[in-house]
C-alpha cells in the first residue's frame, strides 16, 4: 500500500528550510521554509521573486533518490501555477 508523506511548513514562524528526520510509520517528509524574495535568473534577464525551499527527507528501504526528485520536480511545476491547484 503506498504511504503519503508527511508534510511540514514552518515558513510562517520565520524558517528559511526544514530538514525533517522520519519515524516509523513515516515514510517521507516534505519540509517547507517560508516564501522569500530572491534574486532570479530566466532566460538571461536577472529579476526578484517570491521563492520557497521545499525539503524532501525519505526512508531509503520504501523508494529511492530518484522517485523523491520526481516528486520535488512535479511540486515545483505545480506550484508555479498555484492558482490552477
Do not use: C
Not at 536577472?46 to 520504501?62: C, N
Amino acid at each position: 500500500m503506498p504511504q503519503a508523506p508527511t508534510v511540514t511548513n514552518l515558513g510562517d514562524l520565520g524558517v528559511d528550510s526544514v530538514f525533517g528526520v522520519i519515524y516509523p510509520p513515516q515514510v517521507a517528509m516534505v519540509g517547507l521554509g517560508r516564501v522569500m524574495e530572491q534574486p532570479w535568473a530566466h532566460n538571461g534577464m536577472l529579476g526578484i521573486r517570491p521563492v520557497v525551499t521545499a525539503t524532501l527527507s525519505a526512508d531509503h528501504r520504501v523508494s529511492d533518490g530518484l522517485r523523491g526528485a520526481r516528486f520535488l520536480a512535479r511540486l515545483d511545476e505545480l506550484l508555479q501555477k498555484p492558482e490552477e491547484l
